[in-house]
């Protein structure tokens, strides 16, 4: 049985140790009976059931959201139009190597047993290590985001210039706070041999990853906010960002938003 402390709420006992991000496309004439597959059988058979993880969430993007997206030719989602559905599940610190082990073999029992669908197409997906998080005073703590269910996250990818690393990226992005309740900075780590069917590797391995978790009024904000953030990025000399994406949280239990998609 893991420690998990003195049961004092201010050391934090309970840590993030690493993320799954999916961004996936359902075939057109698909989203509905995708959405439904996702939900009531593999956000649960295919994550949620295994040791280790802690939280997980599914977002959306419906057009209007597509449409603030950036740069148009990311070499993340090459068609801005792509990569509708997102989902984040966290894994507790300690025991990431674990919960991978288990996610490879139960991704062959679920193709095995005819629980997959085939009417997608993955656009990233990829396992993240957490590096740091973004929180405001007496915010929300990395680990709860998911359950926080904010209406919106932002996905935030970027390659920092030649002679600059992650930490200059910190510094940088704490000098310019931006309106999510907490944000997350993440970097990846290889795919295993034995990923899921048609899940695509990424060969950038200098990207970082951020999530920020936002409880305003996005869309109204974005152009003061994470619309020119790419802009001011590159203007400072570290480096690019090569997709600033927002999403939008589903609604479980019901079809919201997947005629909205396109």
Not at 59 to 66: G, I, N, P, Q
Not at 102 to 131: A, C, I, P
Not at 231 to 242: P, Q, T
């Amino acid at each position: 049985m893991q420690d998990l402390g003195s049961g004092k709420t201010a050391e934090r006992p309970v840590r993030l140790g690493g993320a799954l991000v999916t961004i996936v496309e359902p075939h057109k004439g698909h989203e509905v009976a995708y959405n439904r597959w996702y939900e009531r059988d593999h956000f649960y058979a295919g994550c949620m059931i295994g040791a280790w993880n802690i939280s997980g969430q599914r977002f959306v993007a419906t057009k209007d959201l597509k449409d603030l997206r950036y740069p148009a030719d990311s070499p993340v989602i090459p068609d801005p139009a792509t990569g509708s559905f997102l989902a984040l599940y966290w894994v507790l610190a300690g025991k990431f190597g674990q919960w991978m082990q288990w996610g490879s073999e139960q991704v062959k029992w679920l193709h095995e047993n005819d629980r997959m669908f085939e009417e997608r197409d993955h656009v990233h997906t990829l396992m993240y290590k957490f590096r740091t998080e973004f929180e405001h005073p007496d915010g929300v703590p990395v680990e709860l985001a998911l359950e926080h269910h904010s209406p919106y996250v932002v996905v935030v990818i970027g390659e920092p210039a030649e002679g600059k690393d992650l930490d200059d990226v910190d510094v940088w992005f704490r000098s310019r706070p931006l309106p999510g309740v907490v944000g997350a900075e993440l970097t990846a780590i290889p795919l295993p041999a034995d990923a899921a069917k048609g899940v695509k590797a990424d060969s950038a391995e200098n990207r970082f990853c951020q999530l920020w978790f936002v409880d305003d009024d996005l869309p109204a904000t974005w152009a003061d906010t994470f619309g020119p953030l790419g802009a001011d990025f590159a203007a400072a000399g570290l480096g690019d960002l090569v997709l600033v994406a927002p999403f939008r949280a589903t609604i479980p239990g019901t079809d919201t938003y997947t005629d909205q998609l396109w």
